[in-house]
């Protein structure tokens, strides 16, 4: 059978255009190399950007008790404390319960789902695509990689390799906190920041970014580096001290780059993070690859209807993708370079806490509108 879209990656973005392509009667297959519902390492705030569009695609947001986040804590690694209202906010919910809700809504609305299916091969030829995967092969029309950071299609495809110097790993846990609903708390340490909000099930998501280099310089050992890193913030040492950790072990990723990536790439439609990822700390990667999956699915819709050629989809695609989000992802990395230096982060820290518009204004540089 010869599907008219195949995505590879079933996070955000792939569900996400998976189920708009479903709606509108066309054949679409996603390959997700994982099993639903599963944990990702994520701070699990996702900003209202991208809350309408959600509901309007199916997903009962309103009805489903999520901690709503308005206010944003941000703490410098010697203690210095800004504290500032959002103008667009957040709302808290788990990877494990999003991912997996969207999963079964792409079901069934049709979506061909293969999940434990990792794609090995994507080729072009004579305007057909050829799917490679471990449990067997398929043929598309189009192929989108929402893949997320990084995957092994990265060196299939030839993509310039987006693993550089400079590389960062991610840690989260799921724990219990005295802490309120409404708030998201950003504490920095030493080359790094952690996460700290509300998401669904009455518990918290903690979640990291910590420089490679950090976890190198203690030995490999998680534990040593959050005591004799993360815990010189004085906010991280109270957590880490007073809360209540629901895993046996914190779940976590490494080699994660910034590097600059491309849209469209051997004639496949990136989206999310597998077309560029901003710096946690903005808090809006997810709504990012939510509404790039809308930007493409007009595009798409449009090539199929005959409106445009595959040359047009891929330069209008890649036109748009950037408009959007590439000078975000800027100013996101900006802001990360800025919070990783930890003299720079006291001072900066000290500063914006006496002039919160323009902190406002900083965040907004990150943010888009809802779509
Ligand atoms: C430490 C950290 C904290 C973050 N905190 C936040 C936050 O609080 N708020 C926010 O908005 N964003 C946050 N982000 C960013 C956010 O997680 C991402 O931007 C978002 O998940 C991107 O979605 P995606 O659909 O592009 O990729 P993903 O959600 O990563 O999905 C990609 C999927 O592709 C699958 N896959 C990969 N390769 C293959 C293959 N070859 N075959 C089949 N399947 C494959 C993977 O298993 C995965 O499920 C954070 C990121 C990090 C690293």
Known sequence: MKYDVAIVGGGLAGLCLAIQLADTNFKVVLFEKESYPFHKVCGEYVSMESYPFLEKLGLPLSSMNLPMITHLKVSAPDGKLLEQTLDLGGFGISRYTLDNSLAALAIKKGVHLKTLTKVTEVQFEEDTFAIKTAQGNY????????YGKRSVLDQQ??????ITKKNYIGVKYHIKLNFPDDVIELHNFKNGYCGISKVDGDKYCMCYLSD?????DHRNDIKIMEEKVLMQNPFLAKYFK?????????????????AKKSAVHNHVLMMGDAAGNIAPLCGNGMSMAIHASKLAFDLIARYFNGEISRTQLEKHYEVIWNKHFAQRIGAGAFLQHTFGKEKLTNLSVGLLSKFPKITSSLISMTHGKPF
């Open 139 to 146: 043929q598309a029309r189009l192929v989108c990689g929402a």
């Open 212 to 216: 490679a280099q950090n976890l190198k």
């Open 242 to 258: 007073e809360a209540i950790f629901l895993y046996s072990s914190p779940l976590t990723i490494s080699q994660i780059s910034f």
């Open 157 to 162: 495809l030839k993509r310039p390799r987006a």
